[in-house]
């Protein structure tokens, strides 16, 4: 993918190189995974990177538009073929939301992290209605002056490792923080392991 930063223009090709002259390509093909390479699917103006880029199963892939990825980046994407359905998000353009996984991640079947400040946007009711979950479930802390100093934290770039069972930063507000939220929802608790942050 092509980075909306100049100094990582190169990755694209270094990836590139990777892929086409190590060995640990041939034994991709052998096992029958086919490596697309997205430079052929964009036009010259694209910026794509991949923290704006979620898959979510059954085909489909999130995607943000914004500071690092661009709507002719998206498209790129789209017509590699991929993907049965691309959904783009729009990020705010502001430095705070500089990729999607910054606002919003994936945290199992039925239920997304979301950054109180984005879901006032009607994401929640949009990803509702185009994935055709009404029990979609989102979480967030308490209120949003913590949201928003938990996310300045990285505290909403959550990997997720099973169904309701995630990976984060430890730390944040105890009672009020993201964290406390998913480990107490009385519908849909969450497990949340955490590591520390180097400062």
């Given at each position: 993918?092509?980075?909306?930063?100049?100094?990582?223009?190169?990755?694209?090709?270094?990836?590139?190189?990777?892929?086409?002259?190590?060995?640990?390509?041939?034994?991709?093909?052998?096992?029958?995974?086919?490596?697309?390479?997205?430079?052929?699917?964009?036009?010259?103006?694209?910026?794509?990177?991949?923290?704006?880029?979620?898959?979510?199963?059954?085909?489909?892939?999130?995607?943000?538009?914004?500071?690092?990825?661009?709507?002719?980046?998206?498209?790129?994407?789209?017509?590699?073929?991929?993907?049965?359905?691309?959904?783009?998000?729009?990020?705010?353009?502001?430095?705070?939301?500089?990729?999607?996984?910054?606002?919003?991640?994936?945290?199992?079947?039925?239920?997304?992290?979301?950054?109180?400040?984005?879901?006032?946007?009607?994401?929640?009711?949009?990803?509702?209605?185009?994935?055709?979950?009404?029990?979609?479930?989102?979480?967030?802390?308490?209120?949003?002056?913590?949201?928003?100093?938990?996310?300045?934290?990285?505290?909403?770039?959550?990997?997720?490792?099973?169904?309701?069972?995630?990976?984060?930063?430890?730390?944040?507000?105890?009672?009020?923080?993201?964290?406390?939220?998913?480990?107490h929802d009385r519908q849909r608790p969450c497990r949340?392991?955490?590591?520390?942050?180097?400062?």
């Open positions: 993918m092509a980075h909306g930063q100049a100094t990582r223009r190169n990755e694209p090709l270094i990836m590139r190189v990777i892929f086409t002259f190590h060995t640990f390509h041939e034994h991709l093909s052998f096992r029958g995974i086919h490596i697309v390479d997205w430079e052929t699917h964009k036009d010259s103006t694209a910026t794509a990177e991949g923290g704006d880029v979620a898959y979510i199963g059954h085909g489909t892939l999130l995607i943000g538009n914004g500071e690092r990825t661009n709507r002719a980046g998206i498209e790129g994407v789209e017509r590699t073929g991929l993907f049965l359905r691309v959904i783009a998000i729009e990020l705010p353009e502001n430095r705070d939301y500089m990729h999607l996984d910054t606002v919003m991640s994936s945290v199992g079947r039925h239920s997304f992290i979301c950054l109180s400040h984005l879901a006032q946007q009607d994401v929640r009711e949009a990803l509702r209605h185009l994935l055709g979950d009404v029990e979609l479930k989102f979480y967030d802390a308490a209120d949003e002056a913590t949201s928003i100093a938990e996310q300045h934290q990285c505290r909403d770039n959550m990997l997720c490792l099973g169904n309701q069972i995630v990976i984060t930063y430890a730390g944040g507000d105890p009672i009020n923080g993201i964290i406390h939220q998913m480990e949340v392991e955490t590591f520390p942050r180097k400062a």
